[in-house]
């Protein structure tokens, strides 16, 4: 939900929107393009490391060992409603380049068995992986939707679509949210449901025999009476204090019973329940990789990217419909990365021509001798190169960088721009003469406003008055920026890494892929708290337990600042067993504490193990391990029957 505004005016906004852009398509600029993310700052012992692996199979796993004391997972907020804090990040970059002399077909890297999200299919597998019932699967695609996006819209509908939410965005709203849960759970055989909210959007997932509410936006979850089972949008609606005894917009968020107040009062509509949300996810990560091309994952941003919604003032959100991912706030902005596509085609060999769309007119000097490399087969007649440049992931900016030669003021050299192939722009035309290097941008023509591009053409005209050598290309290379999202890296972690290489390709391929990365031994982890009361085993009165622990040894760490608490029904605390035992300490009256006390009396049954733990987040943002797994039982009157 956002600013409380409803669903219908959203809509309208959007459609407005879209036709602005429709009437001023002609003169839209680019991909908007703000500050760039400052540089990850170093400190005194930081080591630089890099690892480089030649691939020549199509499936082939190695080893890569991250030393030091930090990672990026364990410098991460848990992810909450709205953007979270990723502290610092030890991973630089991840290359991968097509060093042979074939394409390489659909090449992808999975690190650690993490983040295969080629397909929507890839997706929930992976989202479900070692769960056997439908109640847990339905469940496990909740939990894995909510811990990997965050709160805010661009205002397109490029945020519908699972693929491009875990792998380019990152964001979701309500609406957005409600279409991708939705498909992930068809994917893997549910049936879904719309549901009736007033000023924002869910879905609910039928398993043993009945709908339950699952808002991946709001993180929320409502469980009945019986502590246990997921109640329906229906159910809410007869009994608003599901919702009112139940921790709203995530682990980020404050406890505040006005909050929770205020969801349950979303909650009213009781008329006839059908219709269904999803059907949008349609992408997916496929690419080619040519010879010469590279992809470069990076865990930066240079400021560029997509959005649909049109000017924000000052750069301040006032209404929907408008501005970037920045007007959501730093850390939303902070969260988006920048990848690079590089391609630089060989042409000193005939294996160039393959990977050119069309051309007419056009000689190599491998095929006649002349220089430039290639150039017009012959003088007189106009001639032309077209390469196409094509992502999985959106594209916010580009350039080429090539070198020329031009004889004489009369040899034609031009530069030319489509996102068809059929309707061009000019972006250059060449005044200098002799052999000369040039740099042609054209970031304010791709994506702007409302039109998301995954491909562009380039041509490249030329036309010599008298010999055919009087004008050419000698070397070029394209460099495309994208978008990507934080969370969808193939990201090191501490340790030893498993990497997994697959592609598709039939023929034989050669790749080379770097890893660069900074191993940082100056900061430490807060260690495990310990003496946890209720101690393990122990049965309390009553259902408003107090836990408590013992704040860790520092151990040279610097102090302890926050405490991350979690219960769970389940002893491999798999997942809290609700929004209301997945805990920030700081979010809480025990804020500045080591302790936590249960919110209401009956969240808990009678004569049932429960499960908790606690971990604790020092001054610099790093987290220490989780302490042991620790159990208990409440003795309280109750009826389970």
């Given at each position: 939900m956002i600013k409380k505004v409803s669903s219908m005016k959203r809509g309208l906004v959007q459609i407005l929107t879209v036709l602005m852009l429709l009437i001023y398509s002609e003169v839209a600029s680019g991909a908007h393009q703000g500050p760039p993310k400052a540089k990850w700052d170093s400190i005194k012992g930081d080591r630089e490391k890099k690892h480089e692996e030649i691939i020549t199979s199509g499936s082939y796993e190695y080893r890569v060992k991250m030393a030091g004391n930090i990672d990026g997972f364990i410098t991460r907020m848990p992810i909450s409603y709205g953007a979270y804090h990723q502290g610092w990040q030890p991973n630089r970059f991840m290359r991968l380049e097509n060093i042979g002399d074939t394409d390489v077909v659909n090449p992808w890297i999975i690190v650690n068995e993490k983040r295969n999200w080629r397909t929507l299919k890839d997706i929930a597998e992976q989202a479900v992986s070692g769960c056997t019932t439908e109640r847990d699967k339905a469940r496990a695609i909740w939990e894995f939707q909510r811990n990997h996006r965050f709160h805010a819209t661009t205002w397109g509908n490029e945020s519908n679509d699972a693929v491009k939410v875990y792998n380019i965005y990152g964001y979701t709203l309500c609406g957005n949210d409600a279409q991708v849960i939705s498909d992930l759970w068809k994917a893997i055989g549910l049936r879904t449901r719309r549901g009736y909210p007033v000023g924002h959007v869910v879905a609910e997932a039928f398993y043993d025999g009945e709908y339950h509410l699952l808002d991946g936006d709001e993180h929320a979850i409502y469980l009945r009476r019986d502590n246990e089972t997921i109640a329906s949008e229906a159910e809410v609606v007869r009994d608003h204090d599901l919702v009112k005894r139940t921790h709203t917009y995530g682990i980020g968020q404050q406890d505040s019973r006005e909050t929770d107040e205020f969801s349950a009062s979303l909650y009213g509509y009781e008329g006839q329940r059908k219709g269904e949300h999803g059907g949008r996810s349609k992408h997916t990560m496929a690419y080619t990789l040519r010879p010469g091309e590279s992809i470069e994952w990076r865990w930066d941003h240079i400021g560029k990217q997509y959005t649909a919604g049109t000017e924000a003032p000052d750069?301040?959100?006032?209404?929907?419909?408008?501005?970037?991912?920045?007007?959501?706030?730093?850390?939303?902005?902070?969260?988006?990365?920048?990848?690079?596509?590089?391609?630089?085609?060989?042409?000193?060999?005939?294996?160039?021509?393959?990977?050119?769309?069309?051309?007419?007119?056009?000689?190599?000097?491998?095929?006649?001798?002349?220089?430039?490399?290639?150039?017009?087969?012959?003088?007189?007649?106009?001639?032309?190169v077209i390469w196409r440049i094509a992502s999985a992931y959106v594209i916010v900016g580009g350039r080429i960088q090539a070198r020329f030669h031009r004889a004489g003021a009369e040899e034609l050299l031009r530069v030319k721009l489509s996102r068809d192939g059929k309707k061009w722009e000019t972006l250059w035309t060449a005044q200098a003469t002799g052999n000369f290097s040039q740099e042609v941008l054209f970031d304010d023509k791709l994506s702007p406003r409302g039109f998301p591009q995954y491909e562009y053409f380039l041509q490249v005209e030329m036309e010599a008055s008298t010999e055919k050598g009087?004008?050419?290309?000698?070397?070029?290379?394209?460099?495309?920026?994208?978008?990507?999202?934080?969370?969808?890296?193939?990201?090191?972690?501490?340790?030893?890494?498993?990497?997994?290489?697959?592609?598709?390709?039939?023929?034989?391929?050669?790749?080379?892929?770097?890893?660069?990365?900074?191993?940082?031994?100056?900061?430490?982890?807060?260690?495990?708290?310990?003496?946890?009361?209720?101690?393990?085993?122990?049965?309390?009165?009553?259902?408003?337990?107090?836990?408590?622990?013992?704040?860790?040894?520092?151990?040279?760490?610097?102090?302890?600042?926050?405490?991350?608490?979690?219960?769970?029904n389940r002893q491999d605390m798999h997942w809290p067993l609700s929004p209301n035992f997945d805990k920030l300490i700081s979010k809480t009256a025990s804020r500045s504490k080591t302790e936590w006390v249960v919110p209401y009396v009956g969240l808990l049954n009678p004569d049932t193990d429960y499960y908790w733990r606690v971990r604790a987040k020092n001054a610099n943002g790093v987290w220490g391990p989780w302490s042991e797994v620790s159990s208990f039982k409440c003795a309280a009157p109750g009826d389970q029957s």
């Open positions: 750069g301040k959100w006032r209404k929907d419909g408008e501005g970037d991912l920045a007007v959501w706030g730093e850390l939303a902005y902070d969260n988006m990365r920048n990848g690079v596509l590089r391609y630089v085609p060989n042409l000193e060999d005939s294996i160039y021509r393959k990977a050119v769309k069309s051309e007419s007119n056009i000689a190599a000097v491998w095929e006649d001798g002349v220089r430039p490399a290639i150039h017009p087969s012959k003088a007189g007649q106009p001639a032309h009087d004008v050419g290309i000698e070397s070029i290379e394209f460099i495309t920026d994208v978008q990507m999202a934080l969370l969808g890296l193939p990201e090191l972690e501490l340790g030893d890494n498993l990497v997994r290489y697959t592609d598709e390709t039939e023929q034989s391929r050669r790749i080379r892929i770097t890893h660069s990365w900074v191993e940082r031994t100056a900061w430490l982890r807060p260690s495990a708290p310990d003496t946890m009361i209720p101690v393990n085993g122990a049965t309390v009165e009553g259902t408003l337990v107090s836990f408590r622990w013992e704040p860790p040894d520092y151990s040279g760490s610097s102090e302890v600042e926050d405490y991350h608490f979690r219960l769970s």
